[in-house]
Each structure stands twice: as C-alpha cells, then as structure tokens.
C-alpha cells in the first residue's frame, strides 16, 4: 500500500522541568500532546506553520508540571482529550482504550499503558501506514516512567504494568514507529535514567530494561533504582484534575532596596537567579540563591515552603522573565515582584551585603586535616549517597535541610557539597537566610573528591535496612517496602 504521508512532529522541550510537548500535524490540522502551562509558546508554533488546532490530548494528569492544555483548547476551540478514570471539573472528553479520532489527514489511536498512573495513555498517531506514539510516562528511551508518584501502595502493581504495557506497545507497533515520550530528559518522573534524544520501537527493544529483561528481573531492576522525588509534586495532580485557568506573564511589580529588606523580615523569599560565582562575591543577606542556568524550577519548587510569596532578584530582565515562565509551570502563578541589577541596586549600602566562601574538594580536603571539629553535610539523594560519599560526612538532604536545622552545629565549620555545587549553595544560602553563618560552600564536581585524597566510602542509608528499597517521598517522610516484595498484580 502506498502511503500518502507522515505525521509531521514539532517538538517543544522545557529543559528546566526535563519534559517535552508536542504538536503533530498534517500541513493543515494539528494535535497538541501534553502542553506545558506557557501556552504562548505553543501558538507561536502554531502561527509560523499556519496551522489549525483541532484536538489537544493529555497522556496522563501530570504530577510534574500544571498542564496548559485546558486553556489551550479553550481559546482554539479545540477538543481536549483526557484520560477516562477521573471526576474532572471541567468539560473535556474522557477517553478509553481503543478510541480513535481524527485530526485532518492523522488518525489517532488511543493505547491504555498503566504503569506511570494507572490511567495513563499512548496515542498512535498514523497517515497510512506510516506512525509515530506519543507515550507520555510510559515507554522512554531506555527506560521507563517511575510507577511511585500516585500512592505508595501501587508501587509494585504498577511496575508490573509498565512492563506489561511496553511489551504491548512493542507487540501493537512496527519497529520503525517513531517514539515520542513527554518525560525523560531530565525529568524526575523518570523512574531511571534515559539514553539519548530520539527513538524507535526497533531500537527500544535492543536497550529498554523494560523490553529486555524478564518481568521479574525489571521489576526488582526498577523499584531499587528509584529515589526521591520534588515534594511540590503533590500539587500538580490535584491542580491538573481540577483545571488550570491561564496565566499571567506580565512583568512582574518592582520593588526597591527597603521593600527587600521588609520581605526578608517578613521571611519571604527572596531568590537570586544569579550564578553561584557571583553569589557568593556579594548578595543581599537572607535572599537564597538558585541559578537559573540549571535545575532552577525542579530544585526551588522542593525546597521553598509552599505558597511562599516569592521575589526575584535578577541580573537582567530576561532573566527575571524566564524564571517567572518557569514558576507558572508548577503553579506559581503570582510573583511578588521583582528587582534587576545586583546588591548595588538591591541595597540601600552596598555596604552591606553578604557573601560566602566557595571551596574545591582539594581546598576542604587541606583544612580538614588540621580542622578536626569539621562538620561536613552531604546534600545530595539517597542513591548518590548510597554509592559513594566522603567518610565522616553527615547525610542530610537539600530536601531536608531546613527541617533538620537543629543538627546543624554553628560553632564550628560546615562545609556543604553535593555532585556539581548547585545544591549546595542552594543550601548553604539558605542556612545563611536562617543564622547559620559558618557554612562553606564545596563548589565542585564529587567526582574530584577522591582525587582530592578524600576518602569515598559507600553504606546504606540511614534508616534503610539491607534488602529494602525506597519508593515513595513527599517532604521528609520516607516510605520503604521490601525488595522482594509482594509482586502480586493484585
């Protein structure tokens, strides 16, 4: 049979959250999967293509990011597409395993694959005998969607059934079927890392656990390697089901040196989106620094109270703009305000602001062989901690630190590391926000730690006994289950 065409595929990555959208389209019609909340970027996309949104579909109710899909479908008068299962709040159509639509020239082919929600779908998408699927938090590269963010007690089930559905997948579609999964470039829903930024079905099947091993084998090969994930989670599924209302990007309220100081006090938080380098010269006391050149949203979203009123202290307007663009795709809809420059705008005496010392590993492995009362805070995920760490380090996560204050010594030296530094001036300004002056910064990559002469050395997590693996985490609870398990289908 001749075939008359392809799907054509647009793809739309947001690197800070490690997920992509997609639009599909047949020169003419387009389907929109899964669109993050800044839905601009979606019709500016749709503009230059001169295209027409027909349908926008979720593959699942996402529990990394605030969907912008209902808003989407509203202002195109467009069908919104959701999976079947929930008692949503808005007018959507809910659909089931084997369903099937059209958008112009492209049938879509609704697949239900359980596994990273129980109600997640796959859509295969067709021209004629040409298709691609979009798999959502199903099938990624080399791995698969974590099966923990819906409740701790489906952890199991669910992993069975991510086997079960890319064994569907790869049984249902021809190797040559382009793969196109919403998560897994970065992603904490993610159950293990991905490999590479393109994929078939053929190709899945030579390097997928998921279509390689037994099972069982998968299975235990999963649940071990899953570790924690973003406390803020536990607002987008809700959020999702209940229906974004849009959004506003406008420039945020500007605020002076005085209403700085007063939200300080007031124990706001002030977020300096500058790079930890400049930081650390000079910035203004209490404010918390996430730099917006890496995990910025995944990692500021964790750690901040939620519903904190937020300020953002940038170097330029556009990077004030992208960081708001980012907040709105977790749900942090309104800013406080905003303030550009740095502490000599920041202010009222420049004078006045803070800084903080920054160490390689070379630097804290010279001062802790003549400082013997050295306190050393290891700030990274159990996983990390797990394979390998500096002996004499104290465990304490970036994502428990401000609950774990109390251990914390302040008439010694802290020093603070994590993989790359990034975490550990998140948490080292923080401490500073919270009194504790006597933290250092390690900025550098741990894998100079043995290098540096320090000793590496491996043990369980604290809590965790042998044969059992963490599965689920929302704030600072920890929840085990064995290794083993129960792995009933039940």
């Known amino acids: 049979m001749t075939s008359p065409g392809v799907p054509h595929v647009i793809t739309l990555d947001s690197t800070g959250l490690g997920d992509r959208s997609y639009v599909v389209h047949d020169g003419r019609t387009a389907l929109v999967v899964d669109p993050q909340r800044d839905i601009d970027r979606v019709e500016h996309l749709i503009a230059e293509h001169g295209l027409r949104i027909t349908h926008v579909v979720e593959t699942h109710f996402h529990n990394d990011y605030v969907s912008g899909g209902l808003e989407l479908a509203r202002k195109h008068g467009a069908e919104y597409v959701v999976p079947s299962g929930f ?156 229906g974004a209302a849009n959004v506003d990007l406008s420039q945020p309220v500007r605020v002076d040196p005085d209403e700085v100081r007063d939200r300080i006090a007031r124990g706001e938080w002030i977020v300096d989106l500058r790079s930890r380098e400049v930081f650390a010269a000079g910035h203004v006391p209490g404010s918390v620094n996430f730099d917006l050149d890496g995990s910025f949203i995944n990692y500021l979203a964790w750690m901040m109270p939620w519903g904190t009123p937020v300020t953002l202290l940038g170097a330029t307007p556009e990077q004030v703009a992208q960081a708001q663009r980012e907040l709105v795709r977790v749900g942090i809809d309104q800013l406080s305000g905003a303030a550009v420059g740095g502490p000599d705008f920041w202010l009222a005496d420049p004078a006045q602001a803070a800084t903080l010392r920054r160490l390689s590993f070379q630097d804290l492995a010279s001062e802790i062989a003549t400082e013997t009362a050295a306190y050393i805070i290891d700030t990274r995920q159990i996983l990390e901690w797990e394979s390998g760490h500096v002996e004499g380090a104290h465990f304490i996560p970036f994502y428990e630190i401000a609950d774990r204050l109390a251990e914390i010594p302040r008439d010694r030296p802290v020093y603070v590391y994590c993989g790359s530094g990034y975490r550990a001036a998140a948490v080292v300004s923080l401490l500073q926000q919270e009194g504790i002056h006597n933290a250092v910064l390690v900025d550098d990559d741990f894998g100079n730690a043995a290098t540096a002469g320090l000793s590496i050395v491996t043990e369980q997590t604290p809590g965790r006994e042998p044969g059992w693996t963490w599965i689920a985490s929302r704030g600072v609870a920890r929840t085990y289950a064995p290794r083993s398990g129960a792995d009933a289908r039940a």
């Not at 129980?118 to 080399?142: E, K, Q």
């Not at 999964?181 to 890392?193: E, K, L």
């Not at 899953?226 to 803020?232: C, G, H, I, K, T």
């Open 87 to 242: 008692d949503i709040a808005f007018a959507a159509t809910q659909v089931d395993d084997g369903d099937n639509f059209m958008v112009g020239d492209v049938a879509v082919e609704v697949i239900h694959t359980p596994g990273h929600t129980p109600n997640s779908m796959s859509y295969a998408a067709s021209i004629g005998d040409n298709t691609v699927v979009f798999t959502g938090g199903g099938l990624l590269y080399g791995s698969v969607g974590r099966p923990d963010l819906v409740a701790p007690d489906l952890t199991v089930k669910q992993t069975h059934d991510q086997w079960h559905s890319a064994h569907r997948l790869a049984g249902k579609l021809g190797d040559e079927t382009a793969v196109f999964p919403t998560h897994g470039f970065g992603s904490f829903c993610s159950a293990t890392q991905t490999q590479g930024v393109s994929s078939t079905i053929g190709h899945e099947k030579t390097i997928n656990p998921a279509l390689k091993e037994s099972e069982q084998s998968f299975v235990e090969m999963t649940l071990a390697g899953l570790d924690v994930f973003p406390a803020y989670y536990a607002h987008m599924g809700p959020a999702n089901v209940a």
